[in-house]
């Protein structure tokens, strides 16, 4: 075999490698993209769920405003409102910009700046939910009550049973807030390192 013959298989080889690790290249970051996604596809869906639960409940509210006869049960109506259809859409633009991150288009440094920006977005918005929502049970208690019972919350004898109820469902509220919020932190780090492993 001669000089030019030698050169021109070893090109030739050269290219074929190249290629070769290109379409692997391409196949690791397909596969971490897909991994990545993932990753945030069940939470979505349990906050989509979350959401529909939320509209409803509005939605309900908005049904009967006309009940709500007091400028504070108007208010504190208001307000139920606007939590339960600002607060799920806000959660589910951040899970969006945090899953909808592009790992093949990117350069590794982009990514992770990217990433960090939508994590923190995510965890912050979800720590203002659940701050706001000790507030909104608190709101959203005599809206019920004159909705569902026609009866003003704060003129009406409670007994012992609502300060019973209320310190339960404040405990309730609190470890599943902590569980849920420890699910998001869980799922992001986890998504953090399979970001990180393109460092390798």
């Not at 090109?11 to 996604?37: A, G, H, N, V």
């Not at 569902?148 to 599943?176: A, E």
């Amino acid at each position: 075999m001669e000089l030019e013959e030698m050169k021109t298989l070893w090109s030739e080889m050269s290219q074929e490698i190249e290629k070769q690790q290109r379409l692997t290249d391409k196949l690791i970051i397909d596969m971490t993209q897909e991994r990545y996604t993932s990753k945030f596809s069940k939470i979505q869906m349990y906050e989509s769920i979350g959401a529909l639960v939320c509209f409803s409940i509005a939605f309900f509210i908005i049904a009967n405003l006309g009940k709500l006869d007091t400028w504070y049960l108007m208010t504190f109506g208001g307000i139920a409102v606007a939590f339960l259809i600002l607060m799920p859409i806000l959660v589910l633009r951040s899970i969006n910009r945090i899953k909808r991150l592009n790992i093949a288009t990117n350069s590794y440094k982009e990514t992770i700046i990217g990433f960090t920006r939508a994590k923190k977005e995510l965890l912050s918005t979800q720590r203002f939910g659940i701050y706001l929502s000790f507030v909104i049970v608190l709101v959203i208690m005599p809206v019920t009550s004159k909705i569902l019972n026609n009866k003003d919350f704060f003129i009406m004898d409670h007994g012992v049973r609502l300060w019973i109820l209320v310190p339960i469902l404040f405990l309730f509220l609190f470890f599943f807030s902590r569980w849920g919020y420890g699910c998001y932190k869980s799922i992001t780090n986890s998504a953090e390192n399979i970001l990180n492993e393109l460092e390798d």
